[in-house]
């Protein structure tokens, strides 16, 4: 396991369309997370997940967007009616945990989305 | 509420030499983390150092080092020897009730040779 995949790296999508990504993060980590990152701007939190739980929901995360992790490994998040404003990178992070060493976040590569 | 905030959204250094990265959060919290994570060009956002809050100690990592002023807010990364490879977006982040990262906009760090 070499760290936190994405798939895919990037989407362009007509505006109204329906978009899934898919995040398989680390074998063992417990906690999965995943942020908003536009141009210019540091990753804002959108949801996470501590094994199959979602226990946080952003309000950025409006009623178009859902997040899943079924079987506590690899979580999807899907946007439905996509609008030109959810053009961004979607970025997935896990972790192990949440206190000492085990708190750091390993971040895939991203999604990049493009509405058109 | 929690707030991040980096007032230098870009900065330059010469290779070899010191620069500080600055960062100021604002939080009622008593106990906390921060974080500097680096995201080079078109690469994925890796860790540089991290501090409990409850540790008076600075952590250090080889070149890269903090200085945390809890009463202040503030935690600025202090990067020595800069290299080339050091070029890179550079974002604060606080980690809140254990569950949510806060981060801040990102500081572009530009190392000349």
């Known amino acids: 396991d070499t760290g936190v995949s994405q798939d895919p790296r990037h989407k362009i999508t007509k505006r109204g369309q329906n978009v899934t990504f898919r995040c398989d993060p680390i074998?063992?980590?417990?906690?999965l997370y995943w942020y908003r990152q536009t141009l210019g701007q540091g990753p804002e939190f959108l949801t996470y997940?501590?094994?199959?739980?979602?226990?946080?929901k952003s309000r950025l995360l409006s009623d178009r967007f859902s997040a899943e992790r079924p079987k506590g490994s690899f979580s999807t998040l899907e946007i439905q009616r996509t609008e030109q404003g959810d053009s961004a990178m979607y970025l997935c992070?896990?972790?192990?945990?949440?206190?000492?060493?085990?708190?750091?976040?390993?971040f895939g590569p991203g999604t990049r989305l493009t509405v058109l | 509420a929690q707030t991040v905030t980096q007032s230098q959204p870009e900065m330059s250094v010469q290779e070899a030499e010191t620069v500080t990265l600055s960062c100021t959060y604002d939080?009622?919290?008593?106990?906390?983390?921060l974080f500097w994570y680096k995201q080079p060009p078109s690469r994925q956002m890796i860790l540089v150092i991290r501090?409990?809050?409850?540790?008076?100690q600075n952590a250090t990592e080889n070149r890269f080092s903090v200085n945390f002023q809890k009463a202040a807010k503030s935690f600025s990364l202090k990067i020595s020897d800069s290299q080339l490879g050091d070029t890179a977006m550079y974002f604060c982040?606080?980690?809140?009730?254990?569950?949510?990262?806060?981060f801040g906009s990102g500081t572009k760090l530009n190392v000349k040779p």
């Open positions: 992070a896990s972790s192990l945990g949440v206190t000492g060493d085990s708190n750091e976040q390993f």
């Open positions: 074998s063992e980590h417990n906690r």
């Open positions: 997940f501590q094994n199959e739980a979602q226990l946080e």
């Open positions: 939080t009622s919290e008593n106990n906390y983390y």
């Open positions: 501090q409990e809050a409850y540790k008076q």
């Open positions: 982040a606080f980690l809140y009730n254990f569950n949510k990262f806060y």
